[in-house]
T-cell receptor
Framework: GIQVEQSPPDLILQEGANSTLRCNFS?????LQWFHQNPWGQLINLFY???GTKQNGRLSATTVATERYSLLYISSSQTTDSGVYFC???????????FGPGTRLSVLP | EAQVTQNPRYLITVTGKKLTVTCSQN?????MSWYRQDPGLGLRQIYY???????DKGDVPEGYKVSRKEKRNFPLILESPSPNQTSLYFC???????????FGPGTRLTVL
């Protein structure tokens, strides 16, 4: 099945700093999403982005499907950005939705 | 408000006592799924359903049952829970195959 890798596994930032999170996947996908899991365990949808670029406030994402990677950019980070960021992909008609291992982000005040 | 709901949110039970975790969505979505999240193992799909009366196994189906009698509901059934099913469970739904998936708030299950 499809493999998903995320880097870095852990990231510590000072408030106000920028960061880039990366997601690599091993096969072509028809579905790619970025999620933020907050300290209470809830999964928050950030982007649905199987290809192209999207922006939402301080966050933006780019997926280059032909090269099998996606990037999540966080600018001017805030303490509320802390948590785990997951990339998840779907292929084979979408039945198998595979999550990456996540990037744990800690933003210090 | 468009949402996926799960109940209960927290449950502590004992080995062998049958339980059901309910999941409901109000978005008229066709696809629904169940996932479990474990430290070091990440999120893994248990079962999914493509429509009413159509379900199939995900990556870790052993010890679980599901049913899809109505479009909005997709309950997860543990006939005889064991301690290795202690986990954080998420239900999710999406309109169709290539659409964005939405997750419920999670159910934290402890089996003693």
């Amino acid at each position: 099945g499809i493999q998903v890798e995320q880097s870095p596994p852990d990231l510590i930032l000072q408030e106000g700093a920028n960061s880039t999170l990366r997601c690599n996947f091993s096969d072509s996908v028809n579905n790619l999403q970025w999620f933020h899991q907050n300290p209470w365990g809830q999964l928050i949808n950030l982007f649905y982005i199987p290809s192209g670029t999207k922006q939402n406030g301080r966050l933006s994402a780019t997926t280059v499907a032909t090269e099998r990677y996606s990037l999540l950019y966080i600018s001017s980070s805030q303490t509320t950005d802390s948590g785990v960021y997951f990339c998840a992909v779907g292929s084979d008609y979408g039945q198998n939705f595979v999550f990456g291992p996540g990037t744990r982000l800690s933003v210090l005040p | 408000e468009a949402q996926v709901t799960q109940n209960p949110r927290y449950l502590i039970t004992v080995t062998g006592k049958k339980l059901t975790v309910t999941c409901s969505q109000n978005m008229n979505h066709e696809y629904m799924s169940w996932y479990r999240q474990d430290p070091g193992l990440g999120l893994r799909q248990i079962y999914y359903s493509m429509n009413v009366e159509v379900t199939d196994k995900g990556d870790v189906p052993e010890g679980y049952k599901v049913s899809r009698k109505e479009k909005r509901n997709f309950p997860l059934i543990l006939e005889s829970p064991s301690p290795n099913q202690t986990s954080l469970y998420f239900c999710a739904s999406r309109l169709a195959v290539y659409n964005e998936q939405f997750f419920g708030p999670g159910t934290r299950l402890t089996v003693l």
